[in-house]
């Protein structure tokens, strides 16, 4: 592609596009629960079938997505605003989709939760705006299983912004620079993240719809690009216990009329960070919810070793307390620039469609309840007050567990509306269930750890 990629609006958009690109085939994907995309290739001469009927599927075997055997087949539905050609791959295009069952809006479609709460948003008169900060690592299995680095020569303490790592490693992250480009996306930076054989790459914020269809493409590409050279791109949260874990920090913004509603002159803001009283209301809501909301942004068992305190660096790069504050990583939610709130509990395993539908419903509550997010905790170090300090400034822990989180996230009404019902109950008891057996599992494990702990002990 020679000149940037710009996603079509209408079906004859699709139709010139397909036909000057050569487009062959069309992948029909959507996602489960865990973010996992699913798909079809469907022949660009089927695309009239494809957009009306959709590309179905046994919905069982596809993951988390509510179905049972005995259910009806699934119908992916594309999205003509999604379609995205693969650079790499000429000929070939992706449609995300909505999941449709017998005619209806599938309920158990992360998707399809996102975009009713987005409406939500919309009837109140706003547009949620994302940017996602999406990292991984670059690694390579053992013959024994186990994982070690791609690049045996990524060793240093502080490898964070390494210039020499990130030239070794030129080849693959200026490849995946290159098709974001292509892909009209806005690619601004790469860099060499705080662990060694981490990596993040940035791409300009858009509504929060197309944000997640390009979150879900971009972890698909780097995956499919490390494949054939070998390696292995993981998102994992916390792949090495000694080294910093991966993010997908969210930068949140609501605009009306074109103009961002969160931002101010900074000399405006009693605090000084350039927000409105709308975005401190909607810092309100997050706090309120954070405890609960953090069961999907931080989804998995290990996300929850990535938010702990201190990293091999000596830095901290994950949140541990619910606060708030300007330009400081130690806080949760964090105000890099005047109309922008960046959350920083999300992690690399989040489905970014679920998380952003628990945020936007957790913000637009602070802004409908009025909720006042107290000060912020800007000049402090929160790692190095005691609890009792923490507790005079009302900065409470996050959940250290998984399981925690989801006990949170049951209790929470708001969150419950926000992803709504399902045939057979609401949503939030279904992904409850799913992660509490996710946690089972896990906890069933008998360690290396615990064998090396416990085995002569007594």
């Known amino acids: 592609m020679t000149e940037p990629f710009t996603a079509p609006t209408s079906r004859a958009d699709v139709d010139r596009y397909i036909a000057e690109s050569g487009i062959e085939f069309l992948f029909a994907q959507f996602v489960d629960m865990h973010g996992k995309p699913s798909a079809k290739l469907v022949p660009a001469t089927h695309l009239d079938g494809l957009l009306e009927d959709g590309a179905g599927f046994a919905g069982f075997a596809a993951g988390d997505i509510g179905q049972q055997p005995h259910d009806p087949d699934m119908a992916a539905m594309p999205d003509i605003r999604s379609l995205t050609p693969l650079p790499w791959k000429p000929g070939v295009a992706r449609f995300a989709c909505d999941v449709h069952v017998e005619g209806e809006e599938w309920p158990y479609c992360p998707r399809t939760i996102l975009r009713r709460q987005l409406e939500r948003a919309a009837s109140l008169g706003y547009e949620f705006k994302l940017g996602a900060e999406l990292e991984y690592f670059l690694v390579r299995k053992r013959d024994d299983g186990t994982i070690e680095l791609a690049d045996p ?84 949260p916390k792949p090495f216990s000694h080294l910093t874990g991966n993010g997908c920090h969210f930068h949140m913004s609501l605009w009306k009329d074109g103009e961002n509603v969160f931002e101010v002159d900074p000399s405006e803001d009693p605090r000084g960070m350039g927000l409105s009283e709308t975005a401190y209301r909607f810092i309100g809501g997050l706090k309120a919810h954070a405890k609960a909301y953090i069961a999907v942004t931080a989804p998995t068992v290990t ?12 830095s901290s790069w994950a949140p541990v307390y619910v606060s708030y504050g300007y330009n400081n990583r130690t806080q949760m939610l964090r105000i890099p620039a005047a109309g922008r709130i960046e959350d920083r509990t999300v992690d690399g395993s989040c489905n970014p469609y679920l998380g952003a539908a628990v945020t936007l419903a957790a913000g637009l509550d602070g802004i409908e309840r009025d909720l006042d997010p107290g000060e912020p905790t800007t000049k402090l170090n929160l790692h190095e007050l005691s609890e009792e300090e923490r507790s005079a400034l009302g900065v409470e822990l996050l959940p250290p567990t998984l399981l925690d989180a989801t006990r949170e996230l049951a209790q929470d009404d708001v969150l419950r509306a926000a992803l709504g019902s399902t045939p057979t109950g609401d949503y939030v008891d279904y992904y409850v269930r799913k992660k509490q057996e996710e946690f089972s599992e896990w906890h069933n494990v008998v360690s290396q750890w615990e064998v090396d702990r416990y085995l002569q002990l007594y």
């Open 153 to 236: 020569m990524d060793d240093l303490d502080q490898p964070c912004y390494d210039m020499r790592g990130l030239t070794r490693n030129l080849d693959f992250v200026s490849m995946v620079a290159r098709n974001i480009t292509a892909l009209g996306w806005g690619n601004y930076a790469t860099d060499h993240e705080d662990a060694n054989g981490q990596f993040e790459q940035n791409f300009e914020f858009a509504d929060a719809l197309t944000t997640c269809d390009r979150a879900i493409f971009f972890r698909y590409m780097v995956e499919s690009l490390a494949q054939e050279r070998g390696m292995i791109a993981t998102f994992m």
């Open 303 to 314: 996300s929850y070793k990535r938010l702990i305190v201190g990293t091999r660096s000596g």
